[in-house]
Each structure stands twice: as C-alpha cells, then as structure tokens.
C-alpha cells in the first residue's frame, strides 16, 4: 500500500488533485485510516491514474473519463477514442485557421497601424438574392450539428432521385444567436422544383460576401447590420448564408467564400 504523498509522487499528480478525485468518486483510496484519515492506494491504482492521466491528455473529461474507466466493452472503448481523435482533429484545424488569420491581422495592422481593418473590408450592396429549390431540414442545433443534417440531406439525394446545385446553406430564425442551440434551418439546393422541400423566392437583401473560415463570418455580419442601420434600412426577416467555394472545392479555408444576406427594407 501507499501513502497519498507517496502514490501522488509516483504518479506524479498533486495530493490535492488526489482528493477532487476522491471526493467526486473518480479514483477512491483503497483504505482510508479511521483514527488518523490517510488515505493508501494500492500498487494496481497506479495503472488506473495512468489511465485517466491519458485520458485527460486525450482531451476527455472528468465526467466522461468517470464513465470510460467502467466500461469493459472494446468496440465501445475503440469508438469513443475514434470519435476524440476526430474532434482534437478538428480542433488542429481550427487552430491552425486561427494561426493564418492571426498572421494576417498582424501583417495587416503592421502595414496600416488600423487593428480594425479586417472589419471594414467588406463591400455591402442591395441585391435580390438568387430563387433556391431546396431540399431542408429545420430544427434547433448547434453549428457543430451541421454535418450531421447535412448528411441526412444528401442521404435523400438518390433516394429522391434529385440533382443537387451545388448552393448549399443555413438560414437563422433566432433573434438571439446561441453556438450550441439555435432555430437553424439548414438546405441543400436541387434543380427540381416539383420535388424541392420548399422553393426560397427571392428578396431583396443587404449582402456580402466573407472570404475565409466559418469562425469569423460574425465580422460579416457585424459589417451588413452596421451598414443597414447607417444606411436608411432594416431587417425584414430570418439571415442566411450560401456555401459558394468550401472545402468540398479542395480550398484551404482562406479561399472559402460565402455569401450573407439579410432581407431589409427601406425605413
């Protein structure tokens, strides 16, 4: 048996991390003293916090680390460690949009001394956006649920027998925008208008067009609504965004472009 100090030495973690653990019932002390209250661990415990320790370098949590140590069963150990390489994946690419956006700021702002630019690049007119048949799936998600719908209509492309376009997007109901659970409704554009979910007519609409990663189209959309305010409109209904040039192009996120409307009228 070990001492706490001597258990935390060895598996080099701080007593006091030790004791979190103990208290939310994620790694227990196999004796614990009732005259004095040490705590001992035994020599197989080193193997169970080595375990959570990689675990949490994987990017788990507590909470799902407290789960994964219970299960036993291989096919779903192998497909939660599959589905967290997927995410840090995704959270690589991220990151490394973040690093060429970052670069590009500084460049920027070293050349003009305005850390502000990136906001004001934005070219705002008054169009009709374009008539979409669409096949859609409505519902409250977050952005990271895109694929997932996504998915789900492209599974009804040759079941239905329809032609995609290409024109793909989301349309936002919520007044208030929330990351994790919004009214989303996502679509993808087909030629068929007899077998289309639903048909969006066209409207006139402030629009731009964002050039780069998803993560910063709220610049574009904090450049359309300051220029619909300054400019004698306002907004006569839901945003939405059309997927011009994306991944699936095989672009580097730089070189994606999007298109954000929002219906206005004037004042």
């Known amino acids: 048996m070990l001492q706490i100090g001597e258990f935390s030495r060895v598996c080099q973690v701080s007593v006091k991390t030790l004791h979190h653990y103990d208290k939310i019932g994620l790694l227990v002390p196999a004796e614990?003293?009732?005259?004095?209250?040490?705590?001992?661990?035994?020599?197989?415990?080193?193997?169970?916090?080595?375990?959570?320790?990689?675990?949490?370098?994987?990017?788990?949590?507590?909470?799902?680390?407290?789960?994964l140590i219970t299960v036993s069963d291989y096919k779903e150990l192998a497909a939660a460690l599959?589905?967290?390489?997927?995410?840090?994946?995704?959270?690589?690419?991220?990151m490394a949009i973040i690093l060429n956006e970052l670069q590009t700021h500084i460049s920027v702002f070293e050349r003009t001394g305005d850390i502000m630019t990136y906001q004001k690049s934005y070219t705002i007119e008054v169009k009709h956006s374009p008539a979409v048949n669409v096949l859609a799936t409505r519902a409250v998600m977050g952005v990271d649920e895109f694929g997932r719908y996504y998915g789900t209509l492209f599974e009804r492309v040759p079941k239905e027998h329809v032609t995609p376009t290409g024109l793909n997007g989301a349309k936002y109901y919520d007044e208030e925008f929330n990351k994790d659970s919004s009214d989303i409704e996502v679509f993808i554009g087909?030629?068929?208008?007899?077998?289309?979910?639903?048909?969006?007519?066209p409207c006139e609409c402030a629009m731009t067009v964002h050039h780069g990663g998803y993560?910063?189209?709220?610049?574009?959309?904090?450049?359309?609504?300051?220029?619909?305010?300054?400019?004698?409109?306002?907004?006569?209904?839901?945003?939405?965004?059309?997927?011009?040039?994306?991944?699936?192009?095989?672009?580097?996120?730089?070189?994606?472009?999007?298109?954000?409307?929002?219906?206005?009228?004037?004042?």
């Open 32 to 67: 614990v003293d009732r005259f004095t209250g040490y705590r001992y661990y035994r020599t197989g415990q080193i193997d169970t916090m080595n375990y959570i320790q990689r675990l949490k370098r994987y990017g788990f949590s507590l909470e799902e680390i407290q789960y």
């Open 82 to 94: 599959r589905g967290q390489k997927e995410k840090l994946k995704r959270e690589q690419q991220e």
């Open 190 to 201: 087909i030629q068929e208008k007899d077998k289309a979910d639903t048909v969006l007519e």
């Open 215 to 267: 993560s910063t189209l709220s610049e574009a959309y904090g450049a359309i609504v300051s220029w619909i305010i300054e400019n004698g409109y306002e907004m006569a209904g839901a945003p939405f965004e059309l997927y011009i040039k994306t991944q699936f192009d095989s672009l580097s996120p730089e070189d994606w472009e999007t298109e954000v409307y929002f219906p206005v009228r004037k004042k």
